[in-house]
């Protein structure tokens, strides 16, 4: 064999290969979570998941279909479907429609009541007019569904849901407006304020929400200073309100340079940019996540910090130990008992082919994030998906994806796996800690 020749460069490609699968099957078969498997239809594009877990052994996983769905000839592409498994996450029964509808169905929203831990909550962008809000206390076997914004003359986008007892919020965005309607009688009825009020030219997102034992509501979103120009930094605030919606004070958490680009994979503007995630425990405490760049089009990290009253915040923290250059996005949160939170996250560290793949990583810590817990790998290798290489894949399916604790005291985890921005794309699922 002649040093450099077609053969021998493809012997070192196979090793390569070969040892990337090794070391991403021992990366996830030591995490302590079970080997990534596909979940939701196998015919199509599956989109942002949404998880949650009740006290009761069942866990659900809502998205948006981009296909075909069975059995429903009123489906339009999206469809928001549902997931059930009633053994915390061991079988799975089929999806199906969760509201069969002639519009598009987007943005999936999931959340339990952690109250009673059983009365289940969703929430969609109906179409481009309608924020949907949708109850159910049998384990997702029939809904009571309400409309908690309507707006017949202004596209509005991106609910995100909190919830506890009888205090429903969801968050929608009309380009720099954001809003929020509350429903204080377990989503029969909703009004709305504007949670930014004289806010500038530009463009505002909610990206997490959370609802503490006090009852006070807490909102994070993103600010861009001119509406598409994502060649500026990006503005990251926490609100909170303690008199159930109606007022609304702001916290300022950080400042992003733009986010990287990402044209080659055909993503739209601003889709690696900025996001936190936020969730509070039973003790009070509220934890959030974010991903954060320094300069514009660099590569961002991931950040968390911590407050127990929502208005003084501990000093941000990296949590990920990727080198330096890595890009981080897309962070997920979720808390349980006092001190018991949980953070996970999407990066490039590994590469292939000079090529960065992506990956999910997940850290927990009991006692409120003074210490983690060393990095699981969730993500891994699949065989028959050409988007899913031993190393990674090649790209998030979506800017969003959710971790959820589960009556065992296990970590529930669903995101998105694909090729590029547009398509093919499926959502994968692991339970474990």
Known sequence: MVPGSSQARGVSLAVCLLLALATARTAWAASGFTSPRRVGYTVGDQWEPALTADGRGHVYILFPQYGPVR?????????MALMVSNDNGITWQPPHALAPSPTGQFDAQIKVDPVDRQT???SWLQGAHDIMVAR????????YFAVAEHSPEAVIDKPVLAVRGPNIYVSFNHQQTLAVAASHDYAQNFSSTVLNPGAGPGWSLAAGATVDVATNVY???????????LTQPVEVFISRSADG????????MDVSGAAPGCPAQECSNGFLASQVALASDDAGVIYALWNSGAAAGQPQRIYFSSSTDGQNWSA????????????HCFPAITAGAAGDVRIAWMDTRMEAQNRPLWNTFYRASTNGGATWSPESQLSGPARGYDYILPGGFLFPFGNLFSIAIDVLGNTQAVWGEGRNYESPGSIWYSHGR
């Open 136 to 143: 159910s206390q049998d384990f997702g076997g029939t809904w």
């Open 71 to 79: 059995d429903c000839s009123a489906c339009t592409v999206p469809t």
């Open 120 to 122: 289940l909550y969703a």
């Open 316 to 327: 941000k923290v990296d949590v990920s130990t990727a080198q330096a250059g890595v890009e």
């Open 219 to 229: 909102f994070s979103w993103k600010a861009y200073p001119r509406a598409h120009l």
């Open 245 to 252: 919606g109606k007022n609304w004070s702001t916290t300022p």
